[in-house]
């Protein structure tokens, strides 16, 4: 059930103790912590089994609170954050003197957004202050879009769940380098780079190697249980029959162009024709596909434009080299 006032307290309570709350937000649902609190943070890094190394995202109530959590504010940032906050992007600037070095992951740079979502800004209020969180997933799995998805995966790890019902963007936010004296998309995410480009009148570059650290960018992430393999839209169904011949149990992505192409597989999800409702669904399909037993995921990436882009990105990570264990 939606969270209530009462939950909101609760939970805002829980951070100021020291604890861990999972909040949904407009991309994914996050695993919160108070970012002024090292011991806090350091218990979100054990719960999702991530590298301490890595960054984490504050979260803050609105634009007009930026200055206290940045060492410097240049003016194309001060310009993103106005048009695009609250919602999915991620400005990554200087840190300030507020913000814990655990939370940065060692880094004299931080992320900062303003999530758009009730529960997240009306929890964010009632507590004060920054709530970092990753996504509220274990470390390189597929992330979380519903309250379900969190107390499936990370159980007792979490002190107290906000359900805010299902992400209506589904993907994780853009983040922008704005540390340079050039911005960059680090992450593509829930803001285009068209809109981006738009607002501040000129392309922004995309690079394939960055100089920071950004873990979501290594091979294998966003991952589902079954190896996902991506192929030609124009093979899938071949592929698909292949690989089901060859005693695979296949789950299939299959794009609107070829919705009425009879399909051999274990499992078919027919993609909406819609980048939004696509990425509003990605993780969601790809958690049913493993749910119906599925080991392999037969999939094609969609035109890398609008949010395309991002979708791509994260099927091509969840393609990624997996770690030999
Ligand atoms: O939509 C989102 O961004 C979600 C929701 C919960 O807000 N959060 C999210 O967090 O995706 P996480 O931790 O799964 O991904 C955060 C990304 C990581 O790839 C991390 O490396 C990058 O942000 N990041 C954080 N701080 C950074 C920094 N100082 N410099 C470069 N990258 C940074
Ligand atoms: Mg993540």
């Not at 979260?59 to 959590?69: K, P, S, V, Y």
């Not at 001060?78 to 003197?97: D, I, K, N, Q």
């Not at 037969?298 to 997996?322: D, F």
Request: glycine share 10%.
């Amino acid at each position: 059930m939606t969270a209530q006032p009462s939950d909101i307290e609760k939970a805002a309570g829980v951070l100021r103790a020291g604890g861990l709350v999972a909040l949904p937000t407009e991309t994914v649902y996050g695993l919160g912590a108070n970012a002024e609190d090292p011991a806090a943070v350091s218990r979100i890094f054990r719960a999702k089994g991530r590298p301490p190394n890595h960054p984490l995202i504050v979260h803050i109530g609105g634009a007009e609170q930026l200055d206290d959590w940045v060492e410097e504010v240049p003016a194309s940032a001060r310009l993103l954050a106005e048009h695009f906050w609250p919602g999915p992007l991620t400005l990554v600037l200087r840190r300030g003197r507020r913000v814990p070095l655990e939370a940065t992951g060692g880094l004299e740079t931080v992320a900062v957004r303003v999530p758009d979502h009730p529960v997240a800004l009306a929890l964010l209020s009632a507590f004060g202050g920054g709530v970092t969180a990753p996504s509220a997933n274990r470390f390189g799995s597929v992330s979380p879009t519903t309250a379900q998805h969190v107390r499936t995966e990370l159980g007792d790890a979490v002190d107290f769940v906000l359900d805010g019902g299902d992400c209506k963007v589904g993907v994780e936010s853009t983040i922008v380098d704005a540390t340079g004296d050039t911005l960059s998309i680090l992450r593509p995410g829930g803001v285009t780079r068209e809109d981006l480009e738009a607002v501040l009148g000129h392309p922004l570059a995309v690079p394939v190697t960055s100089r920071v650290r950004v873990p979501g960018q290594h091979p294998s992430h966003y991952a589902p249980r079954a190896r996902v393999v991506l192929v030609e839209p124009e093979k899938v169904a071949a592929e698909a029959r292949l690989a089901q011949e060859l005693g695979h149990q296949v789950g299939v992505f299959l794009p609107p162009s070829l919705a009425d192409t009879p399909v051999k597989a274990h499992a078919v999800v027919a993609l909406p024709a819609s980048m939004a409702a696509y990425a509003r669904g990605l993780y969601g399909f790809l958690r049913e596909l493993d749910e119906q037993g599925c080991d392999l995921i037969i999939a094609s990436l969609p035109a890398e434009e609008g949010l395309g882009l991002a979708i791509a990105n994260r099927l091509r990570r969840a393609a990624g080299p997996r770690p030999t264990v």
